[in-house]
């Protein structure tokens, strides 16, 4: 799955029309993966939400991969990717009612769960938090050494996943990740679209070297 992108907009709390127009914007800026996500969202305004944000990316771009976090029922109903993790169905029940040509992660938070059964089941990983970050707060990130020692022990793509600001980007390609995963540095940023072009341009960056 080496063709997936390498830069992933986590959209959380997309389900609020602001924050949809954010992914929207990193979306007309290039971004090519987005991934919904909404911990506190009702099944019913998660689907009718992701319904509504899909047929607005396809009109701006029907390449983009849109991803669904942990809401499998939903994912199998739009015909969209899954990501799993901890909580809800686990990678191996959301292979089998996929498929085959179904783009499946998880979210690791240990060396171990990069490694045994899953692995066959699913086609990459977000691996967090590398960094501090406000979405696990007290957490002082694993590190980059960690995140090295995570990629080497798979050949399936990582992705660094928290606390990863521009700056960052260039040590966690460095360190073996494919890509990274982005929350509050394009969400939270008063211009997401440009804030979308400076990752953009930062993955790019470390692909010309």
Known sequence: MNDLPRLVLI?????ES?????????IEAGVRWVHLRDHDASDAAF???????NERIARIDVRVRVSVNQRLDIAQRLRLDYHGGTHGPGVGVARERLGSHAVIGFSAHEQEEVGGPKV????????????PTESKPGHPGTGIETLSRICAATELPVFALGGITRARVD?????GAHGVAVLSGI????DPAGAAKAYLRAVASSDDR
């Open 187 to 190: 969400m939270d940023a008063n």
């Open 11 to 15: 959209a959380d709390r997309f389900t």
């Open 47 to 53: 689907h009718e939400a992701a319904v509504h944000l």
């Open 171 to 175: 040590s966690c390609l460095e360190a």
């Open 18 to 26: 602001a924050r949809a127009e954010c992914a929207l914007q990193a």
């Open 120 to 131: 066959a089941r699913v086609d990459y990983f977000f691996f967090s938090p590398i960094f």
